[in-house]
């Protein structure tokens, strides 16, 4: 994931700067710059990066119109940066096809697990194998390796397993995982959803009864924690 | 705008009330006058001819006329004469001098029944004669009225009518009259309710009140421009801001995790990202807050499943790194039951993480907080409960009161600018719902938030 091209466009200096230093910190390798629309679109022709942050207020073109400019030959990822907090410019940005939305000031943790977030979900194949402290999900092939035995995945744990790991780490409503498995009308599913992730907690964890992967939070949702060190 | 209809009422209700007191006062006032009337012997207005011709006596053609009769006569200033069936004057007490001594039967029938030679006229028919007495000019006013047997009753029925006709008529025209001035007065006193809701007015210019609703306009227009401009003003300095509050959060951020610097520079780096984190919260509250007031903030209201929304709210928190000394915890009151409400999803998870958030700040030491949903005669029921210090009596009013919130903390600790529980009220406010605030039992505070719910079929 770190060696993902990342195109940052923002006509501030300093704050492109920042941004630049704070993901090379974080372990990101391949970071590019761009202080206008026009120049973000020369970079982003010639670089074919991997995820763009995109400022949406600069002089000249402006990021909606970059983004209209991309998205007219890309699906590449595009995480909109601004300083315009309006429900109507959010919406305005997801219509022209961001698939994030962060208004600024933001938390430099949150602008980084936003973007870690969009890579897994934009580039899920490079990783297949999730590695959890008592078994490894193989999400291409839906099974779970653990204790030598292979447990398969039925299609409705394989998406809730993949709606809870694209969400690592992080809590996850009940109401969003019967949503990932039955769409919009989810009512009244919570009841077999806690039935489906019993069955995968029974395939992942070493003991189901005292569960270290996949973690109840009373009444809100569940959490997945993964191996601290992933191989 | 019933206030209006009833103060309109009101007005017609006392007016019809004026006229029949004053028809009351009327005939009051004629029945007095009658009283006074007849105490003043004013109802004796004939003359007592009879009784003067009872005193009268005839004997052997010789008439003779009684002291009391003289003062029938002296007391009115009157005449008297007696008449023959010749229309000679047989008898005569005080005749003037000028009138004759004999009529044609043409002037008897001209005088009987009206005047002789001015002096107004009574006549009484005697067996021996015709009495007649005259009275001063101008004491007396004779007049002869005479009509058709059959008109009386319909002259008497149409005095009737057409005195109904014309109170029917008053009635009419000044009920007219009222529902003029209120059609022309409504759209004024509606606009300046709406003024003084902060609403914007917009009032025809025409008409007799024209110039009335012209200035209302003004007056509106005014106060909206002020309003924006104070808006534009918040929104502008909020979005400058935010951009040097990004890099300042990000160097902060970084100087604070190189673990190759001296501790006490990281530890200040560490102050600059918390105090900067409280301005990030400030200007997002004050932008918020800005919006709602001025009802620039566009609500986006669709049905939500209300413990969906109450879970987002908390797991958001929850997935923030939050201090340990902080128990969060969720209650379904009636678990499995759809609780569904029309509201705007993103404010309400707001509502309800500025609630926790208020119970976090409140209690630095720590306390647990328990956040539940219950479905109550129809209104989803918000509970943000705690068992911390909770809030002074006092404090408990004012939040409950209409009354605008300062800063709920105490002067010794760090910014906090009481935007939180301003704008939980808002959030509130533009679901059509009701907030209290009360003591949490056995201490802490308690905050319920009720907001109608969609009914199920």
Redesign the interface.
């Given at each position: 994931m770190y060696d993902k091209k990342i195109l940052i466009v923002d006509d501030?200096a300093?704050?492109l700067e920042?941004?630049s230093?704070?993901f090379e910190?974080a372990g990101y390798r391949n970071i590019l710059t761009a202080n206008n629309g026009k120049s973000a679109l020369e970079v982003w022709k010639k670089e074919q990066p991997d995820i763009i942050i995109l400022d949406v207020m600069m002089p000249g073109m402006d990021g909606f119109h970059v983004l209209k400019e991309i998205r007219r030959t890309s699906k590449v990822p595009v995480l909109m940066l601004t300083?315009?907090?309006?429900?109507?410019d959010k919406f305005a940005g997801f219509e022209n096809g961001a698939d994030d939305y962060l208004?600024?000031?933001?938390?430099?943790?949150e602008l980084l697990f936003r973007v870690q977030a969009i890579l897994k979900r934009s580039y899920p194949k490079q990783e297949k194998r999730v590695y959890l402290d008592a078994s490894t999900v193989d999400l291409e092939k839906a099974e779970v390796q653990r204790d030598s035995g292979i447990y398969p995945l039925t299609a409705k744990e394989l998406t809730l397993f993949e709606k809870l790991y694209q969400n690592a780490g992080?809590?996850?409503?009940?109401?969003?995982l019967c949503q990932a498995v039955c769409g919009e009308f989810w009512?009244?599913y919570?009841?077999t959803l806690s039935t489906h992730l019993r069955h995968l907690r029974e395939k992942i964890e070493a003991d189901p009864s005292r569960p270290v992967s996949l973690i109840t939070?009373?009444?809100?949702?569940y959490r997945l924690n993964l191996k601290e060190a992933q191989p | 705008m019933k206030s209006i209809e009833r103060f309109f009422r009101r007005y017609i209700l006392s007016t019809i009330g004026i006229l029949i007191l004053f028809f009351l006062l009327n005939i009051l006032l004629l029945g007095a006058y009658f009283v006074i009337a007849g105490l003043g012997n004013v109802k004796n207005s004939n003359f007592p001819i009879e009784e003067l011709s009872r005193h009268i006596e005839a004997d052997s053609g010789q008439f003779h006329i009684d002291a009391q009769a003289e003062e029938i006569l002296a007391d009115s200033g009157a005449w008297a004469m007696i008449l023959n069936d010749s229309g000679i004057v047989i008898w005569e007490q005080d005749l003037p001098a000028e009138l004759p001594r004999r009529y044609t039967a043409t002037e008897v029938a001209m005088f009987s029944r009206w005047y002789l030679d001015d002096y107004p006229v009574n006549i009484w028919k005697r067996t021996d004669g015709l009495l007649v007495v005259g009275l001063p000019p101008g004491d007396i006013a004779n007049y002869y009225f005479s009509f058709k047997a059959g008109y009386i009753r319909p002259l008497l029925a149409g005095i009737g009518a057409v005195f109904c006709i014309n109170l029917l008529l008053m009635a009419y025209l000044f009920i007219r009259s009222t529902r003029r001035v209120e059609k022309a007065m409504k759209p004024i006193l509606e606009g300046i309710h709406q003024l003084s809701e902060g609403k914007p007015v917009s009032l025809e210019e025409k008409g007799e009140l024209a110039e009335i609703n012209s200035g209302l306009n003004r007056a509106g227009d005014y106060l909206i421009k002020k309003d924006n401009t104070r808006a534009v003003w918040i929104r502008g300095i909020s979005h400058d801001i935010r951009t040097p509050l990004s890099v300042i959060l990000m160097y902060a951020s970084e100087i604070e995790g190189t673990s190759a610097l001296p501790p006490a520079t990281r530890r200040q780096a560490g102050i600059i990202l918390r105090q900067s984190e409280k301005l990030k919260n400030l200007v997002s509250d004050l932008n918020l807050t800005t919006k709602l007031e001025y009802s620039m903030q566009p609500i986006h209201k669709e049905r939500l499943n209300a413990v969906e929304s109450a879970r987002q709210a908390l797991s958001e928190i929850l997935n923030e790194e939050m201090p340990e000394q902080y128990e969060l915890e969720f209650s379904e009151q009636q678990p499995g039951k759809e609780i569904t409400l029309t509201g705007d999803d993103l404010l309400l998870r707001r509502m309800l993480s500025n609630l926790i958030r208020n119970s976090m700040i409140h209690n630095p030491s720590g306390c647990r907080i328990i956040l539940s949903v219950a479905l109550e005669n129809g209104s989803c029921i918000f509970t943000v409960t705690d068992d911390g210090k909770g809030m002074s009596e006092d404090r408990l009013q004012e939040l409950n009161q209409d009354k605008s919130i300062t800063s709920t903390q105490e002067s010794t600790d760090d910014i906090e600018h009481g935007l939180g529980l301003k704008i939980v009220r808002q959030i509130v406010k533009a679901h059509n719902g009701t907030v209290h605030f009360s003591v949490a039992h056995p201490q802490g505070l308690c905050v319920r938030i009720a907001l109608p719910a969609v009914k199920e079929l």
């Amino acid at each position: 994931m770190y060696d993902k091209k990342i195109l940052i466009v923002d006509d501030e200096a300093d704050l492109l700067e920042a941004l630049s230093s704070m993901f090379e910190r974080a372990g990101y390798r391949n970071i590019l710059t761009a202080n206008n629309g026009k120049s973000a679109l020369e970079v982003w022709k010639k670089e074919q990066p991997d995820i763009i942050i995109l400022d949406v207020m600069m002089p000249g073109m402006d990021g909606f119109h970059v983004l209209k400019e991309i998205r007219r030959t890309s699906k590449v990822p595009v995480l909109m940066l601004t300083a315009r907090g309006e429900a109507d410019d959010k919406f305005a940005g997801f219509e022209n096809g961001a698939d994030d939305y962060l208004v600024k000031p933001f938390l430099p943790k949150e602008l980084l697990f936003r973007v870690q977030a969009i890579l897994k979900r934009s580039y899920p194949k490079q990783e297949k194998r999730v590695y959890l402290d008592a078994s490894t999900v193989d999400l291409e092939k839906a099974e779970v390796q653990r204790d030598s035995g292979i447990y398969p995945l039925t299609a409705k744990e394989l998406t809730l397993f993949e709606k809870l790991y694209q969400n690592a780490g992080r809590i996850v409503t009940t109401g969003a995982l019967c949503q990932a498995v039955c769409g919009e009308f989810w009512q009244g599913y919570e009841k077999t959803l806690s039935t489906h992730l019993r069955h995968l907690r029974e395939k992942i964890e070493a003991d189901p009864s005292r569960p270290v992967s996949l973690i109840t939070v009373k009444g809100v949702g569940y959490r997945l924690n993964l191996k601290e060190a992933q191989p | 705008m019933k206030s209006i209809e009833r103060f309109f009422r009101r007005y017609i209700l006392s007016t019809i009330g004026i006229l029949i007191l004053f028809f009351l006062l009327n005939i009051l006032l004629l029945g007095a006058y009658f009283v006074i009337a007849g105490l003043g012997n004013v109802k004796n207005s004939n003359f007592p001819i009879e009784e003067l011709s009872r005193h009268i006596e005839a004997d052997s053609g010789q008439f003779h006329i009684d002291a009391q009769a003289e003062e029938i006569l002296a007391d009115s200033g009157a005449w008297a004469m007696i008449l023959n069936d010749s229309g000679i004057v047989i008898w005569e007490q005080d005749l003037p001098a000028e009138l004759p001594r004999r009529y044609t039967a043409t002037e008897v029938a001209m005088f009987s029944r009206w005047y002789l030679d001015d002096y107004p006229v009574n006549i009484w028919k005697r067996t021996d004669g015709l009495l007649v007495v005259g009275l001063p000019p101008g004491d007396i006013a004779n007049y002869y009225f005479s009509f058709k047997a059959g008109y009386i009753r319909p002259l008497l029925a149409g005095i009737g009518a057409v005195f109904c006709i014309n109170l029917l008529l008053m009635a009419y025209l000044f009920i007219r009259s009222t529902r003029r001035v209120e059609k022309a007065m409504k759209p004024i006193l509606e606009g300046i309710h709406q003024l003084s809701e902060g609403k914007p007015v917009s009032l025809e210019e025409k008409g007799e009140l024209a110039e009335i609703n012209s200035g209302l306009n003004r007056a509106g227009d005014y106060l909206i421009k002020k309003d924006n401009t104070r808006a534009v003003w918040i929104r502008g300095i909020s979005h400058d801001i935010r951009t040097p509050l990004s890099v300042i959060l990000m160097y902060a951020s970084e100087i604070e995790g190189t673990s190759a610097l001296p501790p006490a520079t990281r530890r200040q780096a560490g102050i600059i990202l918390r105090q900067s984190e409280k301005l990030k919260n400030l200007v997002s509250d004050l932008n918020l807050t800005t919006k709602l007031e001025y009802s620039m903030q566009p609500i986006h209201k669709e049905r939500l499943n209300a413990v969906e929304s109450a879970r987002q709210a908390l797991s958001e928190i929850l997935n923030e790194e939050m201090p340990e000394q902080y128990e969060l915890e969720f209650s379904e009151q009636q678990p499995g039951k759809e609780i569904t409400l029309t509201g705007d999803d993103l404010l309400l998870r707001r509502m309800l993480s500025n609630l926790i958030r208020n119970s976090m700040i409140h209690n630095p030491s720590g306390c647990r907080i328990i956040l539940s949903v219950a479905l109550e005669n129809g209104s989803c029921i918000f509970t943000v409960t705690d068992d911390g210090k909770g809030m002074s009596e006092d404090r408990l009013q004012e939040l409950n009161q209409d009354k605008s919130i300062t800063s709920t903390q105490e002067s010794t600790d760090d910014i906090e600018h009481g935007l939180g529980l301003k704008i939980v009220r808002q959030i509130v406010k533009a679901h059509n719902g009701t907030v209290h605030f009360s003591v949490a039992h056995p201490q802490g505070l308690c905050v319920r938030i009720a907001l109608p719910a969609v009914k199920e079929l």
